[in-house]
């Protein structure tokens, strides 16, 4: 778990125009540690079933069979923010952008935002606003991925943020001077 002066040092990074300070730092704290649990039952069981199908279907593939199996896991599971999290990636991969942004933002609201297939959808969201030119939206669904622990997303972040990617390079300088010796008294 991160200390209180971590989160800081992190907020300070990944919002440069926000004021320093510790306190209610966003999307730091508010992080759910926790895997977000779903209820095993007969339902998610075939939804998971129907969704591994289209993940073999894609990996062979066939992006058609990979789609139906994925909107079959829908419609059995309509709650479940994984299937449209699959078929969004099936639908990007077709050249659907359009719907495939739209099954992400649903993936996002069913999964509260929370948990590995929320990060999955932001980064996923993010990739596709990049390609699509909008940066700051990007960056904002990067932002939410990288709160949710992926380092990918993290790094993204600081790409598109010529602040953060300013004050990382200079605390590189800085730590590989004290590293060989600059900065040591003689």
Request: glycine residues 8%; contains cysteine; aromatic residues 4%.
């Given at each position: 778990?991160?200390?209180?002066?971590?989160?800081?040092?992190?907020?300070?990074?990944?919002?440069?125009?926000?004021?320093?300070?510790?306190?209610?730092v966003?999307?730091?704290?508010?992080?759910?540690?926790?895997?977000?649990?779903?209820?095993?039952?007969?339902?998610?069981?075939?939804?998971?079933?129907?969704?591994?199908?289209?993940?073999?279907?894609?990996?062979?593939?066939?992006?058609n069979?990979?789609?139906?199996y994925?909107?079959?896991?829908?419609?059995?599971?309509?709650?479940?923010?994984?299937?449209?999290?699959?078929?969004?990636?099936?639908?990007?991969l077709?050249?659907?952008?359009?719907?495939?942004?739209?099954?992400?933002?649903?993936?996002?609201?069913?999964?509260?935002?929370?948990?590995k297939?929320?990060?999955?959808?932001?980064?996923?969201?993010?990739?596709?606003?990049?390609?699509?030119?909008?940066?700051?939206?990007?960056?904002?669904?990067?932002?939410?991925?990288?709160?949710?622990?992926?380092?990918?997303?993290?790094s993204?972040?600081?790409?598109?943020?010529p602040?953060?990617?300013?004050?990382?390079?200079?605390?590189?300088?800085?730590?590989?001077?004290?590293?060989?010796?600059?900065?040591?008294?003689?």
């Amino acid at each position: 778990m991160a200390t209180t002066n971590d989160r800081a040092v992190l907020h300070s990074i990944f919002n440069p125009n926000l004021p320093l300070g510790n306190e209610n730092v966003p999307g730091i704290d508010d992080v759910d540690d926790e895997e977000v649990i779903e209820e095993e039952t007969e339902i998610t069981k075939e939804s998971k079933r129907l969704e591994i199908c289209g993940v073999k279907s894609a990996e062979s593939g066939d992006l058609n069979s990979a789609l139906d199996y994925f909107s079959q896991a829908i419609e059995v599971a309509p709650l479940r923010a994984s299937g449209y999290n699959n078929r969004a990636q099936g639908l990007r991969l077709k050249g659907d952008v359009q719907g495939a942004i739209l099954d992400l933002d649903k993936a996002v609201e069913l999964s509260g935002g929370k948990g590995k297939v929320a990060c999955q959808a932001y980064t996923q969201r993010a990739l596709i606003r990049r390609l699509e030119g909008q940066n700051e939206l990007a960056l904002e669904d990067f932002k939410s991925a990288s709160s949710l622990g992926s380092e990918f997303a993290r790094s993204q972040v600081i790409q598109l943020n010529p602040y953060a990617a300013m004050c990382n390079k200079m605390l590189s300088e800085v730590v590989t001077k004290l590293r060989n010796g600059e900065y040591l008294d003689s």
